[in-house]
């Protein structure tokens, strides 16, 4: 069902900023357990769609990616994927050993060049980078970088009892605060001149997408707001992982206007290639034209 993808990732231009891709892994998710109301007759239904599914009908392929926002002067990295070495009970997820941050380097961005690491959300495949093991310990992996988490986000979780949480907690968040390179923000915090984070609740309480500006052009980074393009067309299609699928529908209606309206190029954290495009409203939701 999984597989391993080490294809470069994509870059794109914002005015002078770059967007780079870092990919760890690709997946491919059973659409009926991870976003049930994608019936088959639904997709069939709609023809721009079609790079994006799998030759396998009953999966979505999905694309596990940091994306790192270069503006010549800030260096951001957005979600830190899954991480190495990491005990996950939860398929695909378990003591991963990839070449990601070799790759980080090859593209450019060592993990010293790190200026600032915002995680989308605190759900285990976009936290997981924020640490790695060194001599059994876990440590910062970006030693000079401010991490940024959504005040609201980190209240939510650090309440939850679930072992998948406090794993994830244990060895890819308590570690960031203990270093005292953590910042606790709100949803629309400004992290550089050109880069700024814009609420987008719903997947989860705290959830935020990451807003590029540069020479009057517009991209954003949407992290889980959505999870599959299908999403952009059907909005109320949910993902079971969305703790309140309603709000998260709500705000997938407001943004995509706002985004369209905007001429925003949307970066699809987890949208296989290829992954951005701009919005164009249609009778029941918005096409991605790549
Ligand atoms: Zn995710």
Redesign the pocket.
Same mark, same amino acid.
Not at 157 to 178: C, G, M, N, Y
Not at 190 to 215: C, F, K, M, N, Y
């Given at each position: 069902m999984s597989g391993r993808d080490l294809a470069t990732g994509l870059s794109w231009t914002v005015g002078s900023t770059k967007v780079t891709s870092i990919v760890e892994q690709d997946l491919w998710w059973r659409i009926e357990r991870f976003l049930p109301d994608a019936k088959p007759e639904v997709v069939a239904s709609i023809p721009w769609i079609e790079p994006f599914l799998d030759d396998d009908p009953s999966v979505f392929p999905l694309r596990?990616q940091a994306l790192i926002i270069d503006t010549g002067t800030h260096v951001a990295l957005v979600?830190t994927c899954v991480g190495n070495d990491k005990p996950r009970d939860f398929w695909s997820f378990d003591q991963l050993a990839t070449s990601f941050l070799d790759e980080m380097t090859a593209a450019g961005y060592p993990p010293e060049g790190v200026d600032s690491v915002v995680c989308t *959300?605190l *759900?285990v495949? *976009?936290v997981g980078w924020n640490t790695n093991l060194v001599d059994g310990e876990w440590l910062p992996t970006f030693p000079n970088a401010r991490y940024l988490f959504g005040s609201d986000e980190y209240n939510y979780w650090v309440r939850q009892t679930d072992d998948l949480t406090k794993a994830t907690f244990a060895d890819s968040v308590e570690p960031i605060l203990h270093a005292g390179l953590a910042d606790f923000v709100p949803g629309d915090h400004v992290i550089a001149d050109g880069i700024r984070l814009q609420p987008t609740v719903g997947h989860t309480p705290g959830h935020v997408s990451v807003r590029i500006e540069s020479e009057g052009q517009h991209a954003v980074i949407i992290?889980?707001m959505s999870?599959h393009p299908i999403q952009l067309q059907r909005p109320e299609i949910f993902s079971t992982?969305d703790v309140d699928p309603a709000q998260a529908t709500a705000t997938r209606r407001t943004r995509f206007a706002e985004w369209e309206a905007d001429s925003v190029l949307v970066i699809g954290? *987890?949208f296989a290639p290829p992954t951005a495009g701009h919005l164009r409203s249609t009778d029941d939701g918005w096409q991605l034209i790549s």
């Amino acid at each position: 069902m999984s597989g391993r993808d080490l294809a470069t990732g994509l870059s794109w231009t914002v005015g002078s900023t770059k967007v780079t891709s870092i990919v760890e892994q690709d997946l491919w998710w059973r659409i009926e357990r991870f976003l049930p109301d994608a019936k088959p007759e639904v997709v069939a239904s709609i023809p721009w769609i079609e790079p994006f599914l799998d030759d396998d009908p009953s999966v979505f392929p999905l694309r596990v990616q940091a994306l790192i926002i270069d503006t010549g002067t800030h260096v951001a990295l957005v979600d830190t994927c899954v991480g190495n070495d990491k005990p996950r009970d939860f398929w695909s997820f378990d003591q991963l050993a990839t070449s990601f941050l070799d790759e980080m380097t090859a593209a450019g961005y060592p993990p010293e060049g790190v200026d600032s690491v915002v995680c989308t *959300h605190l *759900h285990v495949d *976009h936290v997981g980078w924020n640490t790695n093991l060194v001599d059994g310990e876990w440590l910062p992996t970006f030693p000079n970088a401010r991490y940024l988490f959504g005040s609201d986000e980190y209240n939510y979780w650090v309440r939850q009892t679930d072992d998948l949480t406090k794993a994830t907690f244990a060895d890819s968040v308590e570690p960031i605060l203990h270093a005292g390179l953590a910042d606790f923000v709100p949803g629309d915090h400004v992290i550089a001149d050109g880069i700024r984070l814009q609420p987008t609740v719903g997947h989860t309480p705290g959830h935020v997408s990451v807003r590029i500006e540069s020479e009057g052009q517009h991209a954003v980074i949407i992290g889980d707001m959505s999870h599959h393009p299908i999403q952009l067309q059907r909005p109320e299609i949910f993902s079971t992982a969305d703790v309140d699928p309603a709000q998260a529908t709500a705000t997938r209606r407001t943004r995509f206007a706002e985004w369209e309206a905007d001429s925003v190029l949307v970066i699809g954290t *987890h949208f296989a290639p290829p992954t951005a495009g701009h919005l164009r409203s249609t009778d029941d939701g918005w096409q991605l034209i790549s």
